[in-house]
């Protein structure tokens, strides 16, 4: 079956350091992938999505690019900031993302004064 | 806009009960979806409703059960109740798969504590 697999947390990073999450999924066929973050006390929110391969998808200063050739969809920043602490969540939907969502395990990211 | 309002927020049952959860999607969306998220997990897909019926089901057993009512507000139902789900149950809404690419909204969630 479909599964994602996360880098392990928490993360720990100063102030406007450079961010990578990485994210690799094993899927049929061609699904598309998200990246949902979860602020402490909210629910999930839809950060980014990409729904083909080479497709970069960005919001926030974000972003993350479908590479299907390494089955993966890394999420990067290039300067952090302590309002970016929370829990990341990577997914893949077989189609366009209304249908089941399979997550991954979560990142937990602290970002440090 | 009301976005996806779910509740109780908390719940403590005892093993063997039956429990009710709700959820009310975001305005101008008819499909509803629920999610099991234990602790330093990620959610897991339980169930998905539109039209009022059950069109895809995650790896969960009979025990966990839903409906939706006409107004598309949605409850999950789960009997007989084991330690084990324990756990946050997520209601997220979005318009039906194939119509248009409206990514899913999710709610705060219910926190379900089975001693």
């Known amino acids: 079956g479909d599964s994602v697999t996360q880098m392990e947390g928490p993360v720990t990073l100063s102030e406007e350091a450079f961010l990578t999450i990485n994210c690799t999924y094993t899927a049929t066929g061609y699904p598309s992938l998200f990246w949902y973050v979860q602020y402490p006390g909210e629910g999930l929110q839809l950060l980014l999505k990409a729904t083909k391969a080479d497709d970069k998808g960005s919001n926030k200063g974000f972003e993350a690019t479908y590479r299907k050739e390494t089955t993966s969809f890394h999420l990067e920043k290039g300067s952090v900031q302590v309002s970016d602490s929370a829990v990341y969540f990577c997914?893949?939907?077989?189609?366009?993302?209304?249908?089941?969502?399979?997550f991954g395990k979560g990142t937990h990211l602290i970002i440090q004064p | 806009d009301a976005g996806v309002t779910q509740s109780p927020t908390h719940l403590i049952k005892t093993r063997g009960q039956q429990v009710t959860l709700r959820c009310s999607p975001k305005?101008?969306?008819?499909?509803v979806s629920w999610y099991q998220q234990a602790l330093g997990q990620g959610p897991q897909f339980i169930f998905q409703y539109y039209e009022e019926e059950e069109r895809q089901r995650g790896n969960f057993p009979d025990r966990f059960s839903g409906h939706q009512f006409p107004n598309y507000s949605s409850e999950l139902n789960v009997n007989a109740l084991l330690l084990g789900d324990s756990a946050l149950y997520l209601c997220?809404?979005?318009?039906?798969?194939?119509?248009?690419?409206?990514?899913?909204?999710f709610g705060n969630g219910t926190r379900l504590t089975v001693t």
């Open positions: 997914a893949l939907s077989p189609s366009g993302g209304a249908d089941g969502l399979t």
């Open positions: 305005s101008g969306h008819d499909t």
């Open positions: 997220a809404s979005s318009t039906p798969p194939g119509r248009g690419n409206s990514p899913l909204h």
